[in-house]
C-alpha cells in the first residue's frame, strides 16, 4: 500500500497566493522524485479547540489559516529515497522558492497507510 507523509503548519492569510505558487513549485519537485500527489488544503472550517486542535497544535495566529497538506509516495522506500533528494534539490533551495510561512511551527509525519477506500 501507499506511504503518505502529512504536514500541517499556519500560513499567514495575506500570503495565501504566495503560499499556493510555492506548493505548486514544490509539487513540480516532489513528483521529479518519486512523489504520487500532493495536496495542499486552506483550513476553511478549523475551530480553536479547548483542549486540542489544529490551530493549537501550529500555534495559528489571528492573521494565519491552518493548511492541511500530504504527499502520496508509491513506498516508505520511495520516499525515504526521494527525501534526500528533495532536500538536496537546489528549486527548492530558500533562496529560490523561500516558505511564505514560519517553517518551526510546521508539524510533518509519515503514515503507513492500513485504508484507502
Known amino acids: 500500500m501507499n506511504y ?3 504536514f ?11 503560499y499556493i505558487q510555492h506548493a505548486k513549485e514544490a509539487a ?9 500527489k500532493m495536496v495542499d488544503c486552506w483550513g476553511d472550517d478549523v475551530p480553536q479547540g479547548k483542549v486540542t486542535s489544529m490551530p493549537q ?5 489571528e492573521d494565519e489559516t491552518v493548511v ?7 513506498s516508505r522506500e520511495v520516499r525515504d529515497e526521494a527525501m534526500a533528494k528533495v532536500m538536496n534539490d ?3 533551495h530558500p533562496d529560490v522558492n523561500p516558505m511564505p510561512f514560519d517553517g ?14
Open 90 to 92: 537546489q528549486r527548492l
Open 8 to 18: 500541517l503548519t499556519a500560513v499567514p492569510t495575506a500570503n495565501k497566493t504566495k
Open 68 to 74: 492541511f497538506s500530504w504527499i502520496v509516495w508509491p
Open 57 to 61: 497544535a501550529v500555534q495559528c495566529k
Open 4 to 6: 503518505v507523509d502529512g
Open 104 to 117: 518551526k511551527r510546521l508539524i510533518y509525519g509519515g503514515f503507513a497507510m492500513i485504508l484507502d477506500e
Open 28 to 36: 513540480v519537485v516532489f513528483k521529479d522524485h518519486g512523489a504520487l
